[in-house]
């Protein structure tokens, strides 16, 4: 067993929801193997406050939480990152900046839970859903056996997770 632990980015347009989201599970689910980060490629400069709201009320301490540009990843004293995911997909038809050391990367898209319309019990529906697909999703990629898999057996691992077919817990 290696102590490695790993850097995993999670990236989208706003930096308001789903990345923010993924980072604070990843950080959760992952202690001790895994640390999250999230960026936005055009960041709103806050957090979305049901964002806020539904971290708080799953007993996460939200102090972590920031809008942040992802031209901070790519800066030199920046975290060598190992994986970075796209969780919309707008974010995953941009060109993203050149991560040194060539992380691993999968588009992991999410529905925007921002752009929901209805009445705010649906808004916040909406962002509990996004919870729960992203949980799902970073549930299955931190149970892979990153040790003795081989690179191309994780990528399609990576993306099998980003399509739904992994997602679910079957491995």
Same mark, same amino acid.
Request: proline share 6%; glycine share 8%.
């Given at each position: ?12 347009? !706003? ?7 993924? =980072? ?24 979305? &406050? ?21 031209? =901070? ?20 038809? =941009? ?5 040194? !050391?060539? &992380? ?17 019990? =649906? ?49």
């Amino acid at each position: 067993m290696t102590d490695k632990i790993y850097n995993v980015l999670f990236l989208c347009t !706003g930096n308001s929801a789903r990345s923010v989201l993924a =980072e604070a599970i990843m950080n959760r689910i992952g202690s001790g193997k895994f640390r999250a980060f999230s960026a936005g490629s055009q960041p709103k400069g806050e957090v979305h &406050p049901y964002t806020l709201d539904l971290l708080r009320q799953l007993n996460y301490d939200t102090g972590f939480a920031r809008s942040k540009d992802w031209s =901070e990843f790519a800066e030199p004293d920046a975290p060598a990152l190992d994986f970075v995911f796209t969780v919309c997909d707008s974010a995953a038809n =941009e060109a993203c900046p050149v991560w040194p !050391g060539q &992380p691993m990367s999968a588009h992991w898209g999410v529905p925007d839970p921002v752009a929901a319309t209805g009445t705010e019990a =649906e808004k916040r529906l909406a962002f509990a859903e996004a919870y729960r697909m992203l949980n799902a999703r970073i549930s299955a990629f931190t149970s892979l056996p990153l040790q003795s898999i081989d690179r191309m057996t994780l990528q399609r691992r990576l993306d099998d997770i980003g399509s739904g077919d992994q997602a679910e817990g079957a491995a």
